[in-house]
């Protein structure tokens, strides 16, 4: 189940969750199992179940971004984690088995986070291109500035402007460890007949 979360994430409800070592969870392709190393003075860990449909859903709603909520069976509020890694099938197709790690809005990680064209050339530059060729960016900074996609609105450049990973505007605290000139995306005049 998923429903909207702080910072406009969205929760993730596990449907099962035990303390390691222990048995692992029955195998079954439409749920995948995930430890979890918890964010505690003893450094424990969990292992969680979810539905894989769930967690392509709350991806999909993150756009892709590698933090989600997740909402243990028994806890009142949901903890913050990122995807640390991931195992797949010998075919490379399906995940088999993901590794969370919790963390706390102030925890400084490095994460992809995409970067998203909003808003619609003026009327009278009708006959433009925006071609976007950097869907994600690869940024350094606290958990909490970090949860959500870069904006950039595409009415406010005119064709022939390119715009480089270094043209970003960062949140506060947040280090671009990306290639400074990526190209992020272009503006250009369409030919016309």
């Known amino acids: 189940m998923i429903s909207g979360g702080p910072g406009g994430r969205f929760v993730l409800t596990i449907l099962k969750a035990q303390r390691l070592p222990g048995?692992?969870?029955?195998?079954?392709?439409?749920?995948?199992?995930?430890?979890?190393?918890?964010?505690?003075?003893?450094?424990?860990?969990?292992?969680?179940?979810?539905?894989?449909?769930?967690?392509?859903?709350?991806?999909?709603?993150?756009?892709?971004?590698?933090i989600l909520d997740v909402l243990l069976p028994g806890e009142p509020s949901p903890r913050h984690v990122i995807i640390n890694r991931f195992a797949k099938s010998d075919d490379g197709r399906k995940l088999t088995h993901l590794?969370?790690?919790?963390?706390?809005?102030?925890?400084?990680?490095?994460?992809?986070?995409?970067?998203?064209?909003?808003?619609?050339?003026?009327?009278?530059?009708?006959?433009?291109?925006?071609?976007?060729?950097?869907?994600?960016?690869d940024l350094r900074g606290p958990v909490a500035v970090l949860d959500r996609p870069i904006r950039i609105r595409v009415s406010e450049f005119a064709p022939g402007d390119v715009v480089r990973a270094s043209d970003l505007e960062l949140p506060e605290g947040v280090v671009l460890c990306s290639d400074p000139e990526q190209e992020i995306f272009r503006v250009e005049e369409r030919m016309t007949a």
């Open 99 to 137: 590794f969370l790690k919790e963390v706390s809005d102030t925890d400084r990680i490095r994460v992809m986070v995409p970067v998203t064209l909003i808003g619609l050339m003026p009327a009278r530059r009708r006959h433009v291109i925006v071609t976007q060729t950097t869907k994600a960016v």
């Open 23 to 66: 048995a692992a969870f029955l195998r079954d392709p439409s749920h995948i199992t995930a430890d979890l190393l918890c964010n505690d003075s003893e450094g424990s860990q969990e292992q969680i179940v979810m539905q894989v449909s769930a967690l392509r859903e709350a991806l999909n709603a993150n756009r892709g971004m590698g």
